[in-house]
Nanobody, 122 residues
Framework: VQLQAFGGGLVQAGGSLRLSCAASGRTFSSYSMGWFRQTPGKEREFVSVISGSGLTTRYGDSVKGRSTTSRDNAKNTVYLQMNSLKPEDTAVYYC????????????????WGQGTMVTVSS
């Protein structure tokens, strides 16, 4: 499966942003979809994951309560809505796909998008 993330940009602290990740292929609903983020010199950090059906989600502690992930399997797209953004949310955000079992570890994901940059100004 090929993934393309988009929707990043520059936003002021306290603002909101919605990232999207479009996937190719006909079996999108068979993949759990994760969002990760990375800043220079740091490891990739788990942000969220959503099950293939969309019924189960998990969030990283740093975004819990401020972000929501959802998916539209008819459009082969997963979303990450981020609210109350903080300067520390500044990072490159990646979407990733793996099999049905949810995982919070980037090592378990087989497919990655190219990343989209989110910059939050103070």
């Amino acid at each position: 499966v090929q993934l393309q993330a988009f929707g990043g940009g520059l936003v002021q602290a306290g603002g909101s942003l919605r990232l999207s990740c479009a996937a190719s292929g006909r079996t999108f609903s068979s993949y759990s979809m994760g969002w990760f983020r990375q800043t220079p010199g740091k490891e990739r950090e788990f942000v969220s994951v959503i099950s293939g059906s969309g019924l189960t989600t998990r969030y990283g502690d740093s975004v819990k309560g401020r972000s929501t992930t959802s998916r539209d399997n008819a459009k082969n797209t997963v979303y990450l809505q981020m609210n109350s953004l903080k300067p520390e949310d500044t990072a490159v955000y990646y979407c990733a796909a793996k099999g049905l079992v949810l995982s919070l570890s980037s090592n378990d994901y087989n497919y990655w998008g190219q990343g989209t940059m989110v910059t939050v100004s103070s």
